[in-house]
């Protein structure tokens, strides 16, 4: 059984590259979340899901990465 473990506040900020203010945003736009006592939890795949929905585009990028320094060697 594999059990995602929650991220805080810090640890999505870090995991998204992304601000606390941008983080706020999204909450206030209905980011899923969850509290341990006052302390708000995140999923991140959850919060991947909704960010993809609500960007209409993958977050992410795929395993393979694009390095334009091969391209330029071609």
Not at 2 to 21: H, I, M, W, Y
Not at 36 to 49: H, Q
Not at 64 to 74: K, S, V
Request: aromatic letters at 10%; charged letters at 35%.
């Amino acid at each position: 059984m594999n059990v995602e473990r929650p991220l805080t506040v810090d640890e999505l900020c870090g995991f998204l590259q992304a601000s606390k203010s941008t983080i706020d945003q999204y909450n206030r736009e209905g980011m899923p979340r969850f509290y341990v006592g006052k302390e708000c939890r995140f999923l991140p795949s959850k919060v991947i899901d909704w960010l993809e929905r609500r960007c209409h585009h993958r977050v992410l990028p795929t395993e393979e990465t694009f390095d334009p320094r091969e391209e330029l060697q071609r």
